[in-house]
């Protein structure tokens, strides 16, 4: 059976262009080169490592759960059109609530 991969450099690109960020920015924010950079958007899952996701998540200002299954996502083609930057946000305080209700919910316990 053949492995599906995760698109998870596409997935990076995609917020990143939405944020309207360049990869000179995130890699500089990442303390690597621009070349380095544009070489992690062009990889697969199995070659990034969590530690480097989650500091590429915190840059893009989002979670790592959403770079993981952000191409399950399927967006209006109007919504898209009407206000990109609004859609993804949305999509990232949705996230970033439930990370904080979870967090809340398991120091409470």
Known sequence: MKEHKIPIGDNIRLVRNRLGYSQEYVAGRLGISKQRYRQLENEEQDSITMGRLSEI???LETDVETLVSLHKV???KADLQSDDNQV???L???QQELIIALKGKTSSE
């Open 88 to 90: 993804l946000h949305q």
């Open 92 to 94: 990232i305080q949705t």
């Open 74 to 76: 399927k967006f209006l």
């Open 57 to 59: 998540a915190a840059v």
